[in-house]
């Protein structure tokens, strides 16, 4: 079988290009599981962002919904108060005129008599 130290050589490199091949297959095989891993990584923090971005646009849709909403119902408060603000004075207004024209109406008549 050995006949000559060039056959061992070629028996021992033979066994070294083996070993050197399973060695870079799991080298392969491991680079391989280390992207798989990152690119499960990656997904999962896609995912998380676009949460996250659904979450942002949600609030800000009720944001603009409720902005939308006050501005009418100050519009409409505001109108409301002015109202019964004028209301008042106005109510308040025509009770001093009354009473100045019983004043005067008073006084018209205590002094015809």
């Known amino acids: 079988m050995i006949e000559s130290s060039q056959d061992l050589l070629y028996i021992v490199l033979a066994l070294a290009v083996l070993w050197f091949t ?3 297959c799991w080298l392969l095989y491991q680079a391989a599981r280390v992207l798989k891993n990152a690119n499960e ?3 999962s923090l896609v ?3 676009e949460l996250i971005t659904e979450a942002v ?3 800000r849709e009720r944001v603009d919904g409720v902005s ?3 501005g009418l119902m100050s519009g409409l ?3 409301l108060l002015e109202k019964l603000v004028v209301k008042k004075l106005s109510d308040s207004l ?3 005129i ?3 024209t019983s004043k005067k109406k008073s006084v018209d008549a205590d002094t015809e008599i």
Request: no cysteine; charged share 40%.
């Open 47 to 49: 995912h998380k962002i």
């Open 68 to 70: 939308k909403h006050m």
């Open 41 to 43: 990584v990656l997904e």
């Open 57 to 59: 646009h949600f609030i």
């Open 98 to 100: 009354k009473k100045r």
């Open 77 to 79: 408060v505001s109108g």
């Open 94 to 96: 025509d009770d001093r």
């Open 22 to 24: 399973v060695f870079l």
